[in-house]
T-cell receptor, first 115, second 115 residues
Framework: EAGVAQSPRYKIIEKRQSVAFWCNPI?????LYWYQQILGQGPKLLIQ????????DSQLPKDRFSAERLKGVDSTLKIQPAKLEDSAVYLC?????????????FGPGTRLLVL | AQSVTQPDIHITVSEGASLELRCNYS??????LFWYVQSPGQGLQLLLK??????LVQGIKGFEAEFKRSQSSFNLRKPSVHWSDAAEYFC?????????????FGAGTRLAVHP
């Protein structure tokens, strides 16, 4: 979790409401990822940013999900309107160079429950 | 189809016993390989990774993993499990060795440790 902060840690909303999550790389990292982790499954990539540009959003449900990374630092992920199946943990990760290769390091995640 | 398989959904071991968690992948070339651990309510923590070279990789917390090209496997091992090792373990693959830095995760193996 080193170097990646996320907020809020928990969120409970009703279906059809909107919700936003924030990711703050503590020190600047060019590449940032958002993952969705549904209970009992591994994380699934939603979107990848390089600085403030989108590299891959092929698995982002664009009818309801949106993400942005203004100024190439912090990022927000929004769901509008939420559905029951959006209940999951949303993980943010950044790419960090560890002396050998760049590796993804994750934040603590935001747990979303849609009622 | 390209995939990462963790055949064991749940494993229970006694404290002090040895542990092996299985991971198989199906990609044409040798990908980069990772193991992450997720404790309850936490994000993903990197245990170890394989990029090239020595096929036996040492990680944190006494874990090691062995890459076997002939079996397309990257199994995680620990000689003596501690109660604090109870968590969910994810194998992940970066299939694009050219530097795309994307991760595909397995479904995870939940480890329980009996005293």
């Amino acid at each position: 979790e080193a170097g990646v902060a996320q907020s809020p840690r928990y969120k409970i909303i009703e279906k059809r409401q909107s919700v936003a999550f924030w990711c703050n790389p503590i020190s600047g990292h060019a590449t940032l990822y958002w993952y969705q982790q549904i209970l009992g499954q591994g994380p699934k990539l939603l979107i990848q940013f390089q600085n403030n540009g989108v590299v891959d959003d092929s698995q982002l449900p664009k009818d309801r999900f949106s993400a942005e990374r203004l100024k190439g630092v912090d990022s927000t992920l929004k769901i509008q309107p939420a559905k029951l199946e959006d209940s999951a943990v949303y993980l943010c990760a950044c790419l960090m160079y560890d002396g050998k290769k760049e590796t993804q390091y994750f934040g603590p995640g935001t747990r979303l429950l849609v009622l | 189809a390209q995939s990462v398989t963790q055949p064991d959904i749940h494993i229970t071991v006694s404290e002090g016993a040895s542990l092996e968690l299985r991971c198989n992948y199906s990609y044409g070339a040798t990908p980069y390989l990772f193991w992450y651990v997720q404790s309850p309510g936490q994000g993903l923590q990197l245990l170890l990774k394989y990029f090239s070279g020595d096929t036996l990789v040492q990680g944190i917390k006494g874990f090691e993993a062995e890459f076997k090209r002939s079996q397309s496997s990257f199994n995680l091992r620990k000689p003596s499990v501690h109660w604090s090792d109870a968590a969910e373990y994810f194998c992940a693959v970066d299939p694009f060795s050219g530097g795309y830095n994307k991760l595909i995760f397995g479904a995870g193996t939940r480890l329980a440790v009996h005293p």
